[in-house]
């Protein structure tokens, strides 16, 4: 089956710095990547994702890379602030396929103000 | 629109006992799918609900059964509790569309066995 990778584990930062966290994953026929965002007591939010015909995405402060040839995805925040603070998986799945979301491990954010 | 909803919020059983959590999907939502959290294993896929028909299921042992019913409402059950169940359950759904794998989760069931 599919297994992701993700690091760092922890990542602190300070305010108004980029934060960067590196996923990769196994399974070529993965072509869907989202990213999610899970606050104390809270389930995951989805905050960005990207599917695998695409090479970059951005919102805002938040952008995803994608690389399939080498089989990694990244995810980029710019000018952090606090409330950024949070831990973030990333995930893999086959689109049309079982539905089903491998996840990374999680990084723990923190943003020192 | 609503988002998902999970009942109850928590949960404290015994071992030996049996446990069912709800999930309500967001209105539209059709896939519902159930994930464990704990802090050794991360985030594990369960299963997954579509049209009241189990679609694809975790490595999970018998004892973690789940239904959607036709309303797109989905249970899950846990027989025979252990120790080792105590994790937060998430409740994801989805539209189910061509180009539309996006899931979305509920704010999670925090099961605690004794």
């Known amino acids: 089956g599919e297994n992701v990778e993700q690091h760092p584990s922890t990542l602190s930062v300070q305010e108004g710095d980029s934060a960067v966290i590196k996923c990769t994953y196994s399974d070529s026929a993965s072509n869907y990547f989202p990213w999610y965002k899970q606050e104390l007591g809270k389930g995951p939010q989805l905050i960005i994702d990207?599917?695998?015909?695409?090479g970059e995405k951005k919102d805002q402060r938040i952008a995803v890379t994608l690389n399939k040839t080498a089989k990694h995805f990244s995810l980029h925040i710019t000018e952090t602030q606090p409330e950024d603070s949070a831990v973030y998986f990333c995930?893999?799945?086959?689109?049309?396929?079982?539905?089903?979301?491998?996840f990374g491990a999680g990084t723990t954010v923190t943003v020192r103000a | 629109k609503a988002g998902v909803t999970q009942t109850p919020r928590y949960l404290i059983k015994t071992r030996g006992q049996q446990v069912t959590l709800s999930c309500s999907p967001i209105?539209?939502?059709?896939?519902v799918s159930w994930y464990q959290q704990t802090p050794g294993q991360g985030l594990q896929f369960l299963f997954e609900?579509?049209?009241?028909?189990?679609?694809n299921k975790g490595n999970f042992p018998g004892r973690f059964s789940g239904r959607q019913f036709s309303n797109s409402r989905s249970e899950m059950n846990v027989s025979t509790l252990e120790l080792g169940d105590s994790a937060l359950y998430l409740c994801?759904?989805?539209?189910?569309?061509?180009?539309?794998?996006?899931?979305?989760f509920g704010p999670g069931t925090r099961l605690t066995v004794l």
């Open positions: 209105s539209g939502h059709r896939s």
């Open positions: 990207i599917r695998s015909n695409v």
């Open positions: 994801a759904s989805g539209l189910d569309r061509r180009g539309t794998d996006t899931q979305y």
């Open positions: 995930a893999a799945s086959h689109q049309g396929g079982d539905y089903k979301l491998s």
């Open positions: 609900y579509f049209s009241e028909t189990q679609r």
